[in-house]
């Protein structure tokens, strides 16, 4: 099982950019898949995730209203579309999958393979 995401660079603040995740190794429409975020000297946090069907969708509140979540199964693939973007969201951002279980979830613990990050800058 691999995850390779990419997408990532430097944008000013209210910009967008647009993340891209691409599972390889296994099907992956029956999993759950989730952006995690980790800012310089800070504990990596939970972003949004999305079921393996995408009927379900969490968001952190930092980001609701300005991020998108979403999946293309027949790609094996996962987006982040981050809209109206700040400083505060410099940060790595790592995809994950669930290959246990189609329930999106918050919590890092919960996924069980991480790709290996791409960096986002946002400059004021």
């Known amino acids: 099982v691999q995850l390779q995401a990419f997408g990532g660079g430097l944008v000013q603040a209210g910009g967008s950019l647009r993340l891209s995740c691409a599972a390889s190794?296994?099907?992956?429409?029956?999993?759950?898949m989730a952006w995690f975020r980790q800012a310089p000297g800070k504990e990596r946090e939970f972003a949004a995730a999305?079921?393996?069907?995408?009927?379900?969708?969490y968001y952190t509140d930092s980001v609701k209203g300005r991020f998108t979540i979403s999946r293309d199964n027949a790609k094996n693939t996962v987006y982040l579309q981050m809209n109206s973007l700040k400083p505060e969201d410099t940060a790595v951002y790592y995809c994950?999958?669930?290959?246990?279980?189609?329930?999106?979830?918050?919590?890092?613990?919960?996924?069980?393979?991480w790709g290996q990050g791409t960096q986002v800058t946002v400059s004021s």
């Open positions: 190794g296994r099907t992956f429409n029956l999993y759950a």
């Open positions: 999305i079921s393996g069907s995408g009927g379900i969708i």
């Open positions: 994950a999958v669930d290959t246990r279980s189609i329930a999106a979830k918050r919590q890092a613990f919960e996924y069980n393979y």
